[in-house]
């Protein structure tokens, strides 16, 4: 069994920075990747950034050149860097354990944590 708790969620202002952090419980974290997610309302759940087992990140677009993945194995945990803030990062964050299918896409597991809320103010 897994669990994943994240945290670091908070109110910035525009241009701010803000760390998430994910937590796991288990010893499935060692040998997984983990991706980080983000709902904002009314929207789907999208991926913003992954990290392998091996350290190997990937990021979504948007958010490519101002946030960084990291991942600390004796410590369980995954930290979410997020610099240059931006209104439209506001939603609520999720860490997901999971791996990647064969062309290297992350792919989603079925452990998630309960989210952490990241409101940016203009």
């Known amino acids: 069994q897994v669990q994943l708790v994240e945290s670091g969620g908070d109110l910035v202002q525009a241009g701010g920075s803000l760390r998430l952090s994910c937590t796991a419980s288990g010893s499935a974290f060692r040998a997984s990747a983990i991706g980080w997610y983000r709902q904002a309302p009314g929207k789907e759940r999208e991926l913003v950034a992954s990290i392998s087992r091996l350290g190997t990140t990937n990021y979504a677009d948007s958010v490519k050149g101002r946030f960084t993945i990291s991942r600390d194995n004796a410590k369980t945990t995954v930290y979410l860097q997020m610099n240059s803030l931006k209104p439209e990062d506001t939603a609520v964050y999720y860490c997901?354990?999971?791996?990647?299918?064969?062309?290297?896409?992350?792919?989603?597991?079925?452990?998630w944590g309960q989210g952490t809320q990241v409101t940016v103010s203009s």
């Open positions: 997901n354990l999971g791996g990647y299918y064969s062309d290297g896409a992350y792919r989603g597991g079925n452990y």
